[in-house]
């Protein structure tokens, strides 16, 4: 089988604008979250980890006219995609462009409704628009897919990238995606009842829910032949990914971890690996009541005794919803290039019901194979097995 390289990586977020700041904030153990800044709402008792850039900002780095409309999603996919591309050393066309978003141009909707809304407005407000309108910027895709599946769209897009370079369709695909915080995705999750008024505690007994946060993040998928024939930059390798949808509730996850479990399976299937061959865990982990409870019912089930140092990142960043699994694919290749454990942040008290063991602080170790989750409402569970090359 076709083995399937990463040669790039670019992200922006709430720790940080590039994948350095990213990776002082995570060693330093910063958090990008806190009071509401960007975000036009009367809601600022809920903190959120936005990016720490106007949208102006973003213009001005890009060299974008100002009074050119363009929405926050879309700004935030084109800065950290010109990061990954660059590090790629990518010159040629014809490549790949998976997104994974779900809010998409709501901000921008929300911005000109109903008063100033006009069809081009409104033509930006689709998932897709944003895909196409990020990879025009470039002008070097010919290939373009919007994967939106909740919270593991990102994961997702991992997943269909693996999938068009080892069947041959593609020898480079760019995966990742773009998710700004708008009114409605803030209201809601609150309507859900699952936000934190204070910075979110995964895996914590005392944990009361989740802080939403906003990013972008992109990895440059290529085949080993191809990567070799152009002398790029091998960062690390995708040795499998899984997917699977228990359809258990709309938004809860049930209490054994079905989906969660059968996507791990998966995915260690694919990559040939045992359970005791993953060095660490980043997991979902939203600091939700039941979301934290399914997925260490999960990992119990995969790992039995022998469960990995497990952290959520979501500490850092907030719960950047559809684009985490990407993000969160970003910190795991800082983690596995840099040997260290990302801390779970604001963990504290174990939970009877995690009893995981969770990285208490930032520390540095041997690590060659890491698992990665991502999970969606309605079940959609998806894991990415990020892995050194070569080993």
């Known amino acids: 089988m076709t083995k399937v390289l990463i040669t790039g990586a670019g992200i922006v977020s709430a720790i940080g604008n590039n994948k350095q700041e990213c990776l002082d904030s995570l060693i330093h153990e910063r958090s990008g979250v806190g009071e509401v800044r960007y975000l036009r709402t009367s809601h600022k008792e809920f903190p959120v980890g936005e990016v720490k850039l106007s949208n102006e900002e973003m213009k001005s780095r890009l060299g974008i006219a100002s009074d050119v409309h363009y929405s926050r999603t879309e700004l935030m996919g084109i800065l950290s995609l010109k990061e990954a591309l660059e590090e790629a050393k990518l010159q040629e066309d014809g490549l790949a462009l998976i997104c994974g978003t779900t809010v998409a141009g709501m901000d921008i909707t929300e911005e000109f409704y109903p008063a100033k809304m006009t069809k081009e407005i409104l033509d930006r407000h689709d998932c897709g ?61 609150k309507s859900l009842m699952i936000l934190d008024q204070t910075v979110c505690r995964p895996f914590d007994a005392s944990r009361k ?45 049930s209490d054994d971890g079905e989906g969660a479990y059968l996507a791990m399976m998966q995915a260690l299937s694919e990559a040939g690996l045992k359970a005791s061959e993953i060095d660490y865990v980043n997991a979902h982990g939203t600091g939700t009541e039941n979301n934290d409870a399914s997925e260490s019912a999960a990992l119990r089930r995969v790992f039995g005794e022998a469960v990995p140092p497990v952290s959520s990142t979501k ?62 409402f309605g079940g959609n569970d998806s894991t990415l097995i990020i892995g050194k090359y070569g080993e």
């Open 209 to 253: 829910g989740l802080n939403l946060g906003e990013g972008a993040a992109w990895m440059i998928l290529e085949s080993e032949e191809h990567a070799k024939k152009r002398n790029a930059p091998i960062l690390a390798e995708l040795k499998a990914t899984g997917n699977a949808c228990d359809a258990f509730h709309q938004t809860a996850s």
């Open 129 to 189: 628009a944003n895909t196409d309108v990020i990879a025009d910027y470039f002008g070097c895709f010919d290939f373009t897919s919007t994967i939106s599946t909740a919270c593991s769209s990102a994961t997702n897009a991992f997943r269909l990238g693996e999938l068009l370079i080892q069947s041959g369709r593609k020898d480079v695909v760019v995966v990742g995606g773009s998710e700004s915080l708008s009114r409605f995705h803030l209201n809601g999750f």
């Open 315 to 376: 500490g850092f960043t907030g719960h950047t919803t559809s684009v985490s699994g990407c993000i969160e694919a970003v910190f795991c290749l800082l983690a596995l290039q840099h040997q260290f454990l990302p801390k779970n942040l604001n963990f504290k008290t174990a939970d009877e019901n995690c009893i995981l063991p969770c990285v208490d602080t930032t520390v540095t170790t041997p690590l060659k194979n890491i698992l990665c989750n991502g999970f969606g």
